[in-house]
C-alpha cells in the first residue's frame, strides 16, 4: 500500500493492539489484502481504532480461524470486493462497542462461530446473496443490545441464517432490505430466541419483516411493523 505498510496483517497470542480512538487510528489496506488476519490465536485483543479498506476473498477488514479474541471500541466499515467487514470461521470471540457499516460483501459472516457480542451498530452493509447485516451458517450468537439497519441483500437484508440458534435481546433491525425474502430477518432451519425486539420498516418482495422456512423459534416483547 502507499502507506508502507504489508496486508494482512498477522498477530500472533498475547497482544494487545490499542489505538487512540476510532476517529484517529486507521488501519486502511487501500483495498489490496484482508487488514488482519487471526489463524488459530488466543489472547489478543484490539481496542479503540478503525479498519478499513480490506479486499480479500472471505473477509476484508478482519477474518478470524478458531481465534477467539477480543475486540472493543473498533470499527469495521468501507471493506469492499464483495467481501464482508468481518468473517469468523470456528471462533468465538467476544465484541464490544464495535461498529460494523458500509461493507461491500456484507457486514459480519459467521460459519460454526458462536460470538458474543454487545453494544452493536451493524448498519449500510451489502451482499449479494445471503445476510446484509449478519450472515450465519451453523452458528449460536448472543446479541445484547444492537441496531442492525440499512442493510441489503437478496435473502435476509438484515440477519439470515441457517441452522443457527442465535439470541438476540434489545435489538433493533430497522429499514434492512431483502430484494426476495426476510428483509428483516431471515432464517431456515433454525431457532432463533428474539427478547425485546423491533423489526420495523423493513422491506423484502416476502417476509418484509421475518420470514421462517421450518423454524422453531421463541419470541418475547417482539413487534415487528
Not at 450472515?135 to 442492525?148: A, D, E, K, V, Y
Not at 430466541?193 to 418482495?205: F, R
Amino acid at each position: 500500500s502507499t502507506t508502507g505498510w504489508s496486508f494482512p496483517i498477522f498477530l500472533i497470542d498475547n497482544i494487545n493492539l490499542v489505538g487512540a480512538g476510532e476517529d484517529l487510528t486507521i488501519i486502511d489496506a487501500e483495498l489490496t489484502s484482508s487488514v488482519l488476519v487471526f489463524y488459530n490465536q488466543d489472547n489478543i485483543s484490539i481496542s479503540d481504532l478503525t479498519i478499513t479498506g480490506g479486499a480479500a476473498s472471505a473477509a476484508g477488514g478482519i477474518n478470524l480461524f478458531r481465534s477467539d479474541i477480543t475486540m472493543t471500541h473498533v470499527t469495521i466499515r468501507n471493506n469492499g470486493s464483495n467481501t464482508s467487514g468481518l468473517h469468523m470461521l470456528y471462533s468465538n470471540p467476544t465484541l464490544t462497542d464495535v461498529t460494523v457499516n458500509d461493507n461491500n460483501g456484507g457486514g459480519i459472516v459467521l460459519i460454526s462461530s458462536n460470538p458474543t457480542m454487545t453494544n452493536m451498530i451493524i448498519s449500510g452493509n451489502n451482499s449479494s446473496s445471503y445476510g446484509g447485516g449478519i450472515q450465519m451458517i451453523q452458528s449460536n450468537p448472543i446479541l445484547i443490545n444492537g441496531t442492525i439497519s440499512g442493510n441489503t441483500t437478496w435473502r435476509g437484508g438484515g440477519i439470515f441464517l441457517m441452522e443457527s440458534n442465535p439470541t438476540l435481546i434489545d435489538v433493533t433491525l430497522n429499514d434492512n432490505t431483502g430484494s426476495f425474502v426476510g428483509g428483516g430477518i431471515s432464517a431456515v432451519d433454525s431457532s432463533p430466541t428474539l427478547m425485546n425486539v423491533t423489526i420495523s420498516g423493513n422491506s423484502a418482495i416476502s417476509g418484509g419483516g421475518l420470514h421462517l422456512d421450518n423454524c422453531t423459534s421463541i419470541l418475547t416483547n417482539v413487534t415487528i411493523s
